[in-house]
């Protein structure tokens, strides 16, 4: 069966990725307004675990109601769920079986809700799948550092190919370069570079 995972290279979805292997012919899917190539991070992400790659093609109108919103709230929550929607609706449109993402149990954003999920099932005629929303964040970082060789750094230093990336580029243009660090908090974030061993 056919898996179309939304992927960013990093941690939770490359974990996510390496689960679901043993059940579907998993393709790791970013998406992508083309406002950056940081897609490129996952792509080699993907390439070093052994998944094949495709990138889809994001609205990038859909960006800039992201970003406006995050300005206007003054933080990105309701931007990268907005966001994060999108994209699910991009891949869940791909001829494939399933789709998932690495959303965990105790994420605040992106989130599903059982009723997205059924409405994406419905619609598209797939699975959705998120097969970390059983996991805490402590549980995913000990899997991750059992499994993969990743590197760790604030969010404005580690590119890799999640929303964000993109979103604070759209973000400096539209709004000025301070908007950044008034929209978004510092971070860690994670570059998956390859398994372990």
Not at 77 to 92: D, M
Not at 125 to 153: I, K, N, Q
Not at 184 to 197: A, I, K, L, M
Request: with cysteine.
């Amino acid at each position: 069966m056919e898996l179309a995972l939304l992927y960013s290279g990093g941690k939770d979805s490359s974990l996510a990725a390496v689960l679901l292997d043993r059940f579907y012919d998993v393709r790791c899917v970013t998406g992508s307004f083309g406002i950056t190539d940081d897609w490129r991070h996952a792509e080699r992400a993907a390439d070093a675990l052994g998944f094949p790659f495709e990138r889809v093609a994001l609205e990038e109108s859909v960006a800039r109601e992201a970003v406006d919103r995050m300005h206007e709230d003054g933080y990105p929550r309701n931007g990268i769920q907005h966001v994060h929607e999108h994209a699910l609706e991009a891949i869940a449109a791909l001829d494939v079986d399933a789709i998932a993402d690495g959303t965990r149990r105790d994420d605040r954003v992106p989130t599903v809700s059982r009723a997205q999920a059924q409405s994406l099932e419905d619609r598209h005629d797939v699975d959705y799948l998120a097969p970390l929303s059983g996991f805490g964040r402590h549980a995913v970082d000990r899997l991750v550092e059992e499994t993969f060789e990743v590197e760790t750094g604030p969010s404005a230093e580690i590119a890799k190919a999640d929303y964000e990336d993109e979103l604070r580029a759209l973000l400096a243009e539209t709004h000025g370069e301070a908007a950044i660090a008034e929209v978004f908090p510092d971070h860690e974030q994670t570059y998956v570079r390859g398994r372990t061993g």
